[in-house]
C-alpha cells in the first residue's frame, strides 16, 4: 500500500482563522514533506521531517507551523494566513529523506485563503 | 538560470505518435533524477527514475546524459491516457525535490 492520505480535501478560511492540514502514512517512512502548489506551477518544497525532527525549512513564513507527532503523522498549522496562500498543499512521505528515495504523494489540500 | 529547465507546452500529438521531452539541470554535483507525471488537479505521481545507462519501461524510455547535465523522456505510440503534465525532478541531499516548470502533452484521437 503506497498510500498518503491528507484531510481535509478543501479548505476555505479567512485571515483571521487558525486551521491545521492532516497528513497520514502506514508505510513505514521515516520521512515527511509538505509542498506548495500554486496554479499552473510545479510544487515548491516548504518542510522536511526526518525521523520526526524538523530537517529543512524553505525559508517558510512563520504562519506556517509544521508538527510530526509521530512517525506516521504530519500536520501543517495554519494562522493569520494572506490570500497569496492560497494553493495546494501536498503532503509526501519516503522511506528515508536521501536523494534517491522515492517520494509517494498525497492527493493535497485546496485551501483558499479569502 | 533556474535549477531545472524544462521545454515549454503545450505539446499536443495524435494517438500512435511519439514524443520527445527535455530537461536540463543547472548543479553538475546532481546523483538523482526522476520523472514524474501529474494529471489535471491531481497529485505528482513517479512515472520513472532515470539512470545514467537509460533505462525503459514499457512505452517509456529515459535517458540521462552528465557531460551535458540533460535528462530526456520518450514515449512511444502515445495513448489517450498519456495526457498529463509531466515533471522532470531532480533530487538534492536530504530529499529535497525540485521541479521543472513541466510540460503539457495533450494527445488527440
Known amino acids: 500500500d503506497t498510500e498518503v492520505t491528507q484531510t481535509p480535501k478543501h479548505l476555505v478560511m479567512g485571515m483571521t482563522n487558525k486551521k491545521s492540514l492532516k497528513c497520514e502514512q502506514h508505510m513505514g517512512h521515516r520521512a515527511m514533506y509538505w509542498y506548495k502548489q500554486k496554479a499552473k506551477k510545479p510544487p515548491e518544497l516548504m518542510f522536511v521531517?526526518?525521523?520526526?525532527?524538523?530537517?529543512i525549512n524553505e525559508s517558510v513564513p512563520s504562519r506556517f507551523s509544521p508538527e510530526c507527532p509521530n512517525s506516521s503523522l504530519l500536520n501543517l498549522h495554519l494562522h493569520a494566513l494572506q490570500p497569496e496562500d492560497s494553493a495546494l498543499y501536498l503532503c509526501a512521505s519516503s522511506r528515508l529523506a536521501g536523494e534517491q528515495e522515492t517520494q509517494y504523494f498525497g492527493p493535497g489540500t485546496r485551501l483558499l485563503v479569502l | 538560470r533556474k535549477e531545472v529547465e524544462q521545454d515549454p507546452g503545450p505539446f499536443n500529438v495524435p494517438e500512435g505518435a511519439t514524443v520527445a521531452f527535455n530537461c536540463t539541470y543547472s548543479?553538475?554535483?546532481?546523483?538523482?533524477f526522476f520523472w514524474y507525471r501529474q494529471d489535471c488537479r491531481k497529485e505528482p505521481k513517479l512515472l520513472m527514475s532515470v539512470y545514467s545507462s537509460g533505462n525503459e519501461d514499457g512505452r517509456f524510455t529515459a535517458q540521462l546524459n552528465r557531460a551535458s547535465q540533460y535528462i530526456s523522456l520518450l514515449i512511444r505510440d502515445s495513448k489517450l491516457s498519456d495526457s498529463a503534465t509531466y515533471l522532470c525532478v531532480v533530487a538534492t541531499q536530504g530529499g529535497k525535490l525540485i521541479f521543472g516548470q513541466g510540460t503539457e502533452l495533450s494527445v488527440k484521437p
Open positions: 521531517y526526518s525521523y520526526e525532527k524538523l530537517s
Open positions: 548543479n553538475s554535483a546532481s546523483q538523482s
